[in-house]
């Protein structure tokens, strides 16, 4: 297949590359380098199959040649990132979606949209099934990224409906792995790259608060399968198993033999009190499970920030 990847150079994106070109795919990574990074793909520049362009897919995109999938998983994603760039953010989701769309139709391509569990919001229904339409405040921080996902996906199943697109959507729930930047800003990243400096681990609220981690390579592998199904409905990807944030904190200490003391911090505006998804449709559809514990994954992504030269890359 010839793969558009859109935000290729990111943090999930830049797997995503490296799965695809290791299954024999070609692939155009597009990607405006504001939260990825070349050095993500820097392994991958030499390789007959792979190109990088530097193009921002909020303004109209054109690729020559045959195109089988476009893959649509611009935008930042960490809420330090969107919180910086609030219209891009909403420009990407919604302009961005809309031209990668057209792309697709163009191509005759299938399309694949990363969404997110932000559009559950602050969920009153536990765990997520796909069926629950969320409990977002459209006007507060957090906004910019729930509802700019949210229009996607309207978007997306409109071309479904009336242009008979062949579209998929994955909901991303909280994804980690190496490549994450040190600064990202998300609770995991943020938590080794403080451990492995003896830094302060920062707690935002009491840390009772409840995320489901899940390794990028199963998330990835969870992605693809969804890509080859012919499920065009929402597919939660993510893992089922739940902890609170203070049980992170105490993994992440526990892996890395840090004595960082724990720091806490007035929790951020519309944070989600509780978030696990229920996977039953990704189980079924696409026989998928997460298969990297949540230790291991923290073993294998404080490696990665240990090969940086952690915390001189703070
Ligand atoms: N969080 C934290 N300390 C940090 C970063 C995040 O306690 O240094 C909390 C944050 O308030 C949230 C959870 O960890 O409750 C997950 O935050 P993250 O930014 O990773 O992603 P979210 O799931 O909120 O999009």
């Given at each position: 297949m010839?793969?558009v990847?859109?935000g290729?150079?990111?943090?999930?994106?830049?797997?995503?590359c490296?799965?695809l070109?290791a299954?024999?795919?070609?692939?155009v990574?597009?990607?405006?380098?504001?939260?990825?990074?070349?050095?993500n793909v820097?392994?991958?520049l030499e390789?007959?199959?792979?190109?990088?362009v530097?193009h921002d897919?909020?303004?109209?995109?054109?690729?020559d040649?045959?195109?089988?999938?476009?893959?649509h998983?611009?935008s930042p994603a960490?809420?330090?990132?969107?919180?910086?760039?609030?219209?891009?953010?909403?420009k990407?989701?919604?302009?961005?979606t809309?031209?990668?769309?057209?792309?697709?139709k163009?191509?005759?391509?299938?399309?694949?949209?990363?969404?997110?569990?932000?559009?559950?919001?602050?969920?009153?229904v536990?765990?997520?099934v796909?069926?629950?339409w969320?409990?977002?405040?459209p006007?507060?921080?957090r906004?910019?990224?729930?509802?700019?996902k949210?229009?996607?996906?309207?978007?997306?199943?409109?071309?479904?409906?009336y242009?008979?697109?062949?579209?998929?959507i994955?909901r991303?729930?909280?994804?980690?792995?190496p490549?994450?930047?040190?600064n990202?800003?998300?609770?995991v990243?943020?938590?080794?790259?403080?451990?492995l400096?003896?830094?302060?681990?920062?707690?935002?609220?009491d840390?009772?608060?409840?995320?489901?981690f899940?390794f990028?390579?199963?998330?990835?592998?969870?992605?693809?399968?969804?890509?080859?199904?012919?499920?065009h409905?929402?597919?939660?990807i993510g893992?089922?198993?739940?902890?609170?944030?203070?049980?992170?904190?105490?993994?992440?200490?526990?892996?890395?033999g840090?004595?960082s003391?724990?720091r806490y911090?007035?929790?951020?505006?519309?944070?989600?009190?509780r978030?696990?998804?229920?996977?039953t449709?990704?189980q079924?559809?696409?026989?998928?499970?997460?298969s990297?514990?949540?230790?291991e994954?923290?073993?294998?992504?404080?490696?990665y920030?240990?090969?940086?030269?952690m915390?001189?890359?703070?």
């Amino acid at each position: 297949m010839r793969v558009v990847v859109t935000g290729g150079a990111g943090f999930l994106g830049s797997h995503l590359c490296d799965h695809l070109i290791a299954r024999g795919d070609e692939v155009v990574c597009i990607d405006n380098l504001s939260t990825g990074t070349s050095s993500n793909v820097a392994h991958l520049l030499e390789h007959r199959r792979f190109a990088l362009v530097e193009h921002d897919v909020s303004a109209y995109v054109d690729v020559d040649g045959a195109v089988d999938a476009v893959l649509h998983f611009a935008s930042p994603a960490s809420p330090v990132d969107y919180a910086k760039m609030p219209i891009q953010t909403l420009k990407v989701g919604s302009l961005g979606t809309h031209n990668t769309l057209g792309l697709a139709k163009a191509k005759g391509a299938t399309f694949l949209l990363a969404s997110t569990s932000e559009v559950y919001g602050d969920p009153l229904v536990h765990p997520q099934v796909e069926q629950y339409w969320g409990n977002v405040n459209p006007v507060g921080p957090r906004g910019v990224y729930d509802e700019a996902k949210r229009f996607a996906e309207a978007m997306t199943m409109a071309y479904c409906r009336y242009h008979e697109l062949d579209t998929r959507i994955v909901r991303v729930f909280n994804t980690y792995g190496p490549r994450m930047r040190p600064n990202d800003g998300r609770v995991v990243s943020n938590f080794i790259v403080a451990a492995l400096a003896g830094a302060p681990i920062t707690i935002y609220g009491d840390g009772t608060q409840t995320r489901s981690f899940c390794f990028v390579d199963d998330q990835v592998r969870g992605i693809v399968a969804l890509l080859e199904s012919g499920e065009h409905e929402p597919v939660n990807i993510g893992s089922p198993e739940e902890f609170t944030v203070t049980e992170l904190a105490e993994i992440v200490l526990e892996t890395t033999g840090s004595e960082s003391p724990v720091r806490y911090l007035p929790l951020p505006v519309d944070d989600p009190k509780r978030r696990r998804p229920d996977t039953t449709r990704a189980q079924e559809l696409l026989g998928w499970n997460p298969s990297v514990a949540l230790r291991e994954g923290v073993q294998r992504t404080a490696e990665y920030f240990r090969s940086l030269g952690m915390p001189g890359a703070l």
